[in-house]
């Protein structure tokens, strides 16, 4: 009978890398805290901070006073410690971050183009942005995270669907950025990178069972058990927007009919209301429009709040869990519209699945969250305890 002998350099690795995950969500924490978080003695907590702070990963604070007793000195993430770089391709423009352990920026870039580029000039703008990073990060670079649109195969992210700059297709993202970069590279799509940064910036959405679903240009959608994501082949979300709700209706881009993408979008919300008033309004007009209630674009907001209920409460009652993320542009459309989609969302789930359910919506960063999301994802604790 073979026995699992547990080594002593494992139990080890495992206490420090503990303790590391504590500083993910706290921006100080002394050894005393720490000893009663984890639940062990004072003798290991010594051990782990002590090898954190030799890799140059934690640093020791401030004296911080107590009622009784001696102050504590807390401890906390240097600041000259591990940096991470993450980009956001997106079809607008590349957003571009470095940040450290816990995702807090410590520089930022961004692209925006106001026509579809060439690929080539698109690509050449996301080369040169990705130099410009690691020359700011230099040695302190640990990880390198691209979280991209569209969807990919093949162990070379290798474009399959890019509607927004179709030219992609076909392309193959990991060699194009392995040229580029010595550092490993961990690639997602955006949904994926927008979920690691809102389980990173919001710690108590890392317990129980978690949906996000995230409604702009795009609707996509993502589970979470405990703070792990579940996504599929490639590192890659749900396509809830490609589940088909009018069947044989309006042509989408990935080349099906009737997704859900084609009538409950943003990009079909403008479509619609400008369509139908004569007008050329931008998104955020639509929203001031709504919240005065003109007739035309409450009629639109409404036909998207319903086909995005349906869409939700249907995946809900399959799959039920503690809470619901929303989050995307579409929310900015306000609270009118965030308990219209609420109310429709409940009034289609079974019993069992609303009395067990919270609802959140978290508003969008669109200029960073992807890219943090995607330097998180691309932090190896493990990696740098070795």
């Not at 309004?281 to 009629?299: G, W």
């Amino acid at each position: 009978m073979q026995k699992n002998i547990i080594k002593l350099n494992d139990v080890k690795t495992n206490n420090t890398l503990a303790l590391l995950k504590l500083f993910l969500h706290r921006t100080e924490i002394s050894r005393i805290e720490i000893a009663e978080e984890l639940s062990c003695d004072n003798t290991t907590v010594t051990r782990a901070v002590r090898e954190l702070i030799n890799r140059k990963i934690i640093i020791q604070g401030t004296k911080k006073e107590q009622d009784h007793g001696r102050p504590r000195i807390m401890l906390k993430l240097n600041p000259e410690g591990p940096a991470f770089i993450g980009i956001s391709l997106e079809s607008d423009r590349i957003n571009g971050v470095i940040t450290d352990l816990r995702g807090t920026i410590l520089q930022s870039e961004r692209i925006i183009f106001a026509d579809q580029l060439e690929k080539k000039i698109f690509l050449n703008q996301a080369a040169e942005l990705s130099k410009r990073l690691q020359v700011q990060a230099g040695e302190r670079l640990s990880g390198f995270g691209v979280s991209v649109f569209g969807s990919f195969s093949g162990d070379e992210f290798t474009f399959d669907k890019a509607a927004a700059l179709p030219s992609l297709n076909g392309f193959k993202l990991l060699p194009f950025f392995q040229k580029h970069t010595a550092a490993k590279i961990t690639v997602c799509d955006l949904l994926v990178g927008r979920m690691a940064f809102i389980s990173r910036s919001y710690p108590q959405f890392n317990s129980g069972t978690v949906m996000l679903v995230s409604c702009g240009g795009g609707i996509g959608s993502l589970f979470a058990e405990n703070g792990r994501l579940l996504f599929s082949r490639n590192n890659h979300g749900g396509e809830l927007g490609h589940l088909i709700s009018v069947p044989g209706g309006e042509l989408c881009e990935c080349g099906r009919r009737g997704c859900l993408e084609t009538v409950a979008s943003v990009k079909t919300l403008i479509k619609k209301c400008n369509m139908r008033s004569n007008k050329n309004y931008d998104f955020n007009e639509i929203c001031e429009l709504f919240a005065a209630d003109d007739p035309i674009v409450n009629e639109e907001v409404n036909s998207i709040a319903a086909y995005l209920g349906t869409a939700i409460s249907n995946q809900l009652n399959t799959c039920p869990v503690d809470r619901l993320i929303i989050t995307g542009r579409t929310i900015n459309l306000g609270k009118k519209f965030q308990q219209l989609l609420t109310e429709n969302i409940n009034n289609l789930l079974f019993s069992f699945v609303k009395n067990h359910l919270q609802i959140d919506f978290i508003p969008s960063d669109k200029d960073n969250d992807a890219a943090i999301g995607a330097a998180v994802l691309s932090a190896d604790l493990t990696e740098l305890l070795r």
